[in-house]
């Protein structure tokens, strides 16, 4: 008799277990499920099965509707989400102001970078524009002989209107256009 609740108790705790560990998978399927969801809408969205989540990351929904382990739906923190468009606003001026300055940039004359010291390996860069808001700032950087066509550049954004490009004085300007705005001897805008 012993034997046989020993042996009943042990299929119990194994049939409870099995529906604890199934029951927790339950909830990890409804947390992905809710991110795939949230993927759908354009939100970012991870699965996590503590509390706090991940780095700049914190709970939005709480999966434990099933017994067992309870699952987490994670969202990017506000300053996360900051930081990545304070990024991305930089990188669009800067891939801009590549299109519209008449010289070649390389990653270490023009670039984004998260310090405002823009640390690199190259002397004489300095940040020109700060891009801010919710989030860490970004800066674009820009090296000392490279700053006259950066600010023709930025001057032509701003003017889009009636810039047409930024260019070399003896170059000259694309037909029904002339150099009126200069940002040195050499260097001006096309203007329309």
């Not at 560990?21 to 099965?49: F, H, P």
Request: glycine fraction near 6%; charge should be positive.
């Amino acid at each position: 008799m012993k034997y046989l609740v020993s042996v009943l108790t042990l299929i119990f705790c194994l049939f409870i277990g099995e529906y604890a560990i199934s029951s927790g998978s339950d909830n990890k399927r409804d947390a992905e499920k809710y991110c795939e969801e949230q993927y759908a809408k354009g939100k970012k969205c991870k699965v996590s099965k503590w509390v706090g989540c991940f780095k700049d990351w914190t709970k939005d929904k709480r999966f434990n509707k099933h017994s067992g382990k309870d699952w987490f739906a994670c969202k990017p923190t506000e300053y996360k989400t900051g930081t990545e468009n304070n990024y991305k606003k930089c990188e669009i001026f800067r891939k801009k102001v590549i299109q519209k300055a008449d010289t070649n940039f390389s990653p270490t004359n023009l670039f984004c970078n998260a310090y405002k010291t823009c640390k690199v390996n190259v002397t004489n860069v300095k940040d020109y524009k700060t891009f801010s808001g919710e989030g860490k700032d970004y800066y674009l950087c820009v090296a000392d002989y490279k700053l006259v066509h950066v600010k023709c550049a930025d001057w032509c954004i701003t003017n889009r209107k009636k810039c047409v490009k930024c260019q070399s004085r003896n170059k000259g300007c694309p037909s029904g256009s002339t150099m009126t705005k200069f940002f040195s001897e050499n260097y001006g805008a096309c203007v329309r």
